[in-house]
């Protein structure tokens, strides 16, 4: 348990916790507000009266929609990060109701068979090095949430990494793309075969990662992707850090990781 302070304001915790965040940052977490892409997410500048982001009327992604709970930043990113690099495993239920928060964006266009829930998967190597997949831990706790009182399928065996990849961080969209190209297949195509997929992940950056995922699990016959993700790299966020504050920009882009 951690007594001591919150991670996020630095407050002390006024009582021993399995999360070293207290519950009034928890309550101040915000989900993404405004005009967003109806594809992949993004936001987009108000009054503009687009529907669609510059990337996705250039080339539609390979899956449906993608949903994220919020931006990532400040909080939201401190608690990915308590999950993915401090070992906090009580990040994962809470990090699970934002996932469930995202799903209902893209609930009412589920058909009558819902989608398997499947994680974005590690490569057995960066498994055994950090014990758990942090994507797989979220999407159980998203499936016991029931967002919207849909009974959801955990599937996370359905598409495996093959082999590892270099850190997408400090990559152009082209080497991004190169990087991932072959790193994942379908395990089970028969289980694919026909079926709705819910691809599950905890960042959405650029989307390279979870549009190879999506273009293997539409190869192995499914019939829709969709993405749900617990944070987003807000374009506009990347090009306000550019404008004005040079360093910020790179502590953005860096902390967003290989996705």
């Not at 993004?42 to 919020?70: D, H, I, V, W």
């Not at 691809?199 to 390279?208: A, P």
């Not at 192995?220 to 506009?236: D, H, M, N, Y």
Request: aromatic letters at 6%; charged letters at 25%.
């Amino acid at each position: 348990m951690f007594p001591s302070d919150c991670r996020l304001c630095g407050l002390p915790l006024a009582t021993s916790s399995f999360l070293p965040v207290c519950p009034e940052c928890l309550d101040s977490l915000e989900s993404i507000s405004g005009e967003r892409c109806l594809l992949c997410g993004e936001r987009l500048f108000a009054g503009m009266g687009q529907s669609l982001c510059g990337e996705c009327l250039k080339e539609r992604p390979p899956f449906e929609k993608a949903s994220a709970y919020g931006s990532y930043e400040a909080g939201v990113r401190e608690l990915i990060h308590l999950l993915k690099y401090d070992h906090v495993l009580p990040a994962a239920k809470v990090l699970g109701r934002m996932l469930a928060e995202a799903v209902t964006d893209l609930a009412t266009d589920f058909g009558a068979e819902l989608p398997l829930v499947v994680p974005v998967p590690l490569h057995e190597s960066k498994l055994r090095q950090r014990g758990f997949n942090q994507s797989e831990l979220m999407a159980k706790a998203l499936v016991k949430q029931k967002p919207m009182g849909l009974k959801l399928e955990l599937a996370p065996k359905l598409l495996m990494r093959k082999r590892p990849t270099d850190s997408q961080t400090g990559l152009t969209r082209q080497q991004r793309v190169a990087n991932l190209r072959g790193a994942f297949g379908a395990v089970s195509p028969n289980e694919i075969s026909g079926r709705d997929i819910l691809l599950v992940d905890d960042v959405f950056t650029t989307g390279t990662t979870v549009s190879e995922c999506a273009r293997v699990l539409r190869r192995a016959g499914a019939e829709k992707v969709w993405v749900a993700t617990v944070a987003r790299v807000l374009k506009s966020e990347v090009t306000f850090a550019r404008a004005g504050e040079g360093e910020q920009e790179r502590v953005l882009v860096m902390a967003a990781g290989a996705h």
